[in-house]
């Protein structure tokens, strides 16, 4: 499981520098793991985002987990680009 989260983490995070996307300064924890979480919250906990969060947390996968608030209005926020990147993430594993 982490092998495939830090495989993910790294092609979000390339693809969105690809894409031009840039964190807000202020943002203590970067798109990338936002969206790296909400992918293990899918896929090992049934979508359940605190446990994601907890388990990021207590694995320090990250400088900075967010509250499950902060995390959900992240989430919301970049939305937008979560299924063109889930689409690129499956192209990916087929290749792999």
């Given at each position: 499981m982490l092998s495939?989260?830090?495989?993910?983490?790294c092609i979000i995070d390339d693809?969105?520098?690809?894409?031009?996307y840039k964190d807000?300064?202020?943002?203590?924890?970067?798109?990338?793991?936002i969206l790296t979480l909400a992918l293990l919250?899918?896929?090992?906990?049934g979508g359940k985002h605190n446990k994601a969060l907890a388990l990021a947390k207590d694995l320090g996968l990250f400088t900075h987990?967010?509250?499950?608030s902060?995390?959900?209005?992240?989430?919301?926020?970049?939305?937008?680009?979560?299924?063109?990147?889930?689409?690129l993430l499956a192209q990916v594993w087929k290749h792999l």
């Open positions: 495939r989260l830090i495989a993910a983490f693809a969105l520098q690809a894409m031009g807000d300064p202020q943002a203590k924890t970067p798109a990338s793991a919250a899918a896929l090992e906990f987990v967010p509250s499950p902060r995390f959900n209005r992240r989430l919301h926020a970049l939305y937008p680009l979560l299924l063109p990147l889930l689409h």
